[in-house]
């Protein structure tokens, strides 16, 4: 490659003019700091453009152009040739501006170009940076990628036993338990732990308890479905919950219950207890037991009127069965005529009312060790637990002894009252709904020990010989407030000094 020559500028006469004075040498400026310290100073136009000379393959010419500017610099700027005209320097004006002029024709590339290249690198600066910030985006997200990639590579061997179908973003509250129980099975579960108390109840009151158990369910399970199609809602009788609340229903009503009550009662629990609220899990009190509250104040002959066990099972109509007082109502009776309760007492039996096989009442009052063996078994499953059939029996146990103790010929014995009535299903199977009962331990034993006063206090002071059935629905009404009061403290939150 041939070496270009530089243009030789022509050179000012050093000899003085004669007519003029010599004028004193002007002031060279100051070079700027990295010529003081040995280095030249190169302007940044003139660099770029020795770059873009260079990458056109002239590289021998563009660095000595580029040394040529740096040179010539100070007198290619016109600010700097003015003050050095001004400053006057040691040659005459008219060479001077000769010098100016030819400097101004020779070098036109070099101070134009520079500004140029100053304009166009200003102007390319935001696009050069966009263009870089989208490279570096572009290898960071391919990055990731990659590691992405990778890491699914190495879980497929590790989690080879879960597809992603299985993994699912649930957005409920906490506890999230993974269980095998649905409510069809546990609904079906209750319905088979009721049995023997149904199997006890049909063997002592026959047809009649029969007649009882199908009418009720029936009605419970036709009002659901033709209330939720009606509505326009899923047809959820699958589910078992509007038989069970049949089956509860019929074993709280007199086995000689006409069968228009039984048919209302099931209309009422399902209509109004259960789908007025809103359905399974609305509900703020237990359906059963409502309707039967409902019933005996509407209806109070026929809910209190008890068919005698043993004597009337195969009769087909209820007009011709025996009846009789209950043991509760044996005990209201003898309250309110002598104001002692010994002919109750009297006719007690405690082996009988264990069993049921000789005990008036309804199909739950018969046989306490049927209704045991079931709520044992839902115990077992863990259907239930302890804290509501312990405070609720426990507190009627308790209240009873106390008043007995005072006055044995005016008050009945715990044991009376334990095995009497309606107090094993309500805190086996009424109380212990996992609907309309308090979700904390805490809350459950207050609520159970709350039925237990009501029930004791409505028995003996009441209008009613019998107080399940309003002592539960009454605490169903006070669940919101008996979980207001337990309500579990908040983890790392700071208790209110006591001092």
């Not at 979980?483 to 000094?497: A, I, N, Q």
Request: charged share 20%.
């Amino acid at each position: 490659m041939s070496e270009e020559q530089p243009d030789k500028k022509p050179t000012p006469d050093p000899t003085p003019d004669p007519g003029e004075q010599a004028s004193p040498p002007a002031a060279k400026p100051a070079p700027p700091k990295d010529e003081e310290d040995g280095e030249a100073t190169v302007p940044i136009a003139v660099v770029r453009q020795a770059k873009d000379e260079t990458a056109g393959g002239d590289q021998p010419a563009a660095a000595e152009k580029q040394a040529k500017a740096a040179s010539d610099e100070p007198a290619a700027k016109p600010a700097v040739s003015e003050k050095t005209a001004e400053a006057g320097g040691d040659e005459p004006a008219p060479k001077k501006a000769k010098a100016a002029s030819d400097e101004s024709t020779t070098e036109p590339a070099v101070s134009d170009k520079p500004a140029k290249a100053e304009g166009d690198s200003s102007a390319a600066k935001p696009a050069v940076a966009e263009k870089k910030a989208k490279a570096a985006g572009a290898k960071k997200a391919k990055a990731e990628g990659d590691g992405d990639a990778g890491d699914d590579a190495g879980g497929k061997k590790k989690k080879k036993g879960l597809p992603k179908k299985d993994l699912v973003l649930v957005g409920v509250t906490s506890p999230h338990v993974l269980s095998a129980e649905t409510i069809p099975r546990i609904m079906f579960t209750v319905c088979l732990t009721l049995l023997p108390a149904i199997l006890v109840g049909v063997y002592v009151f026959g047809f009649q308890a029969v007649k009882v158990l199908a009418l009720t369910t029936a009605a419970c399970v036709m009002t659901e479905a033709g209330l939720q199609k009606w509505m326009g809602r899923k047809i959820t009788v699958n589910d078992g919950s509007a038989m069970v609340t049949g089956l509860l229903l019929a074993m709280t009503l007199p086995p000689s219950a006409p069968w228009w009550i039984c048919i209302v009662g099931g209309m009422i629990a399902i209509g109004i207890a259960k789908q007025l609220f809103g359905g399974l899990a609305h509900n703020p009190f237990n359906p059963a037991l409502l309707a039967r509250v409902v019933l005996l104040i509407s209806w109070p002959v026929q809910l209190t009127t008890w068919m005698k066990p043993g004597e009337s099972r195969f009769l087909l109509s209820g007009a011709d069965v025996v009846t009789g007082a209950s043991q509760l109502g044996s005990m209201k009776e003898g309250l309110i005529q002598k104001g002692s309760i010994e002919a109750a007492m009297q006719q007690f039996n405690a082996w009988d009312a264990f069993t049921g096989l000789h005990q008036y009442g309804s199909l739950a009052e018969t046989s306490a060790l049927a209704l045991l063996i079931g709520g044992i078994y839902l115990l077992y499953r863990g259907y239930i637990t302890w804290h509501v059939p312990v405070g609720y029996i426990g507190s009627v146990a308790l209240i009873a002894a106390a008043f007995w103790l005072y006055d044995p010929t005016r008050f009945a014995s715990p044991l009376y009252h334990m095995l009497t009535g309606g107090l094993i299903l309500g805190a086996l199977y009424m109380a212990t709904d996992m609907v309309t009962c308090p979700v904390t331990n805490l809350g459950m034993v207050y609520f159970g020990i709350g039925c237990g006063i009501l029930t004791y206090f409505i028995r003996t002071f009441g209008g009613y010989p019998e107080g399940v059935s309003f002592a539960v629905v009454i605490m169903n009404g006070a669940v919101p407030l008996i979980e207001r009061w337990v309500r579990p403290r908040t983890y790392g939150t700071k208790l209110p000094s006591t001092a």
